[in-house]
């Protein structure tokens, strides 16, 4: 069946460094890919999602590119802020599955001074 | 800002006890998702709905969990029979449509069963 998975459990990193988490998933059919982010105490809620016409989504300052031939949709940012502190989330949602997300484990991202 | 309701967001019961949670999905969206999520964040996908039609849902084979969209009424979630293990956070989310489309979850009822 379809999976996502994140290897990361936890990322620590300083301010102003450079962020990458990653997700690589397995779909039968080309999926819609997501990442979602949860801050402490709040709603998951969309940070990025894939287009169709592979086109780069950028959001907050993050960026991911979906490749198809690595079945990858890792996150970036370039520079980490303390409020990019949070659970991230990479998501797929195929085309046949009635719009069922399925979730990676998270990656907890925590940004230090 | 997400607009899908969930009451009550903490919600203590005994085991065995009946334990109800109610989702108000954002205006105008058709699809509902129920998920729980577990002391290690990871997402368990439950049921969906479009209208009050069910899409999917896990084999609850254990039957303790029931799920229903009634027109005009809050989406619920209830478990007839609490168990320990079922102690998590129970998000609703709801979309306009399904596929490559945001999902907008609430957030959530906390479930305590002692």
């Known amino acids: 069946g379809d999976s996502v998975t994140q290897t990361e459990g936890l990322v620590t990193l300083t301010e102003g460094l450079p962020v990458m988490l990653n997700c690589t998933y397995q779909?039968?059919?080309?999926?819609?890919l997501f990442w979602y982010v949860q801050h402490l105490n709040e709603a998951p809620k969309l940070l990025l999602k894939?287009?169709?016409?592979?086109k780069r989504p950028e959001h907050q300052g993050f960026h991911a590119t979906l490749h198809k031939s690595s079945s990858s949709f890792h996150l970036q940012k370039s520079s980490a802020q303390l409020s990019d502190s949070a659970l991230y989330y990479c998501?797929?949602?195929?085309?046949?599955?009635?719009?069922?997300?399925?979730f990676g484990q998270g990656t907890k991202l925590s940004i230090k001074p | 800002n997400s607009k899908v309701i969930q009451t009550p967001r903490y919600l203590v019961k005994g085991q065995g006890q009946k334990a109800k949670m109610r989702c108000i999905p954002e205006?105008?969206?058709?699809?509902v998702f129920w998920y729980q999520q577990n002391k290690n964040n990871e997402f368990k996908f439950l049921i969906n709905?479009?209208?009050?039609?069910?899409?999917?849902q896990i084999d609850m084979t254990e039957k303790r969990f029931s799920a229903e969209c009634p027109s005009n009424s809050p989406c619920s979630l209830e478990i007839q029979s609490s168990e320990a293990g079922d102690s998590a956070l129970y998000l609703c989310?709801?979309?306009?449509?399904?596929?490559?489309?945001?999902?907008?979850f609430g957030k959530g009822t906390r479930l305590t069963v002692v």
């Open positions: 989310a709801s979309s306009r449509r399904t596929g490559n489309t945001e999902v907008f």
């Open positions: 779909s039968t059919y080309s999926p819609f």
């Open positions: 894939s287009f169709t016409d592979n």
């Open positions: 998501a797929l949602s195929d085309r046949c599955n009635q719009g069922k997300l399925i």
């Open positions: 205006k105008g969206h058709p699809v």
């Open positions: 709905f479009q209208n009050q039609e069910v899409l999917q």
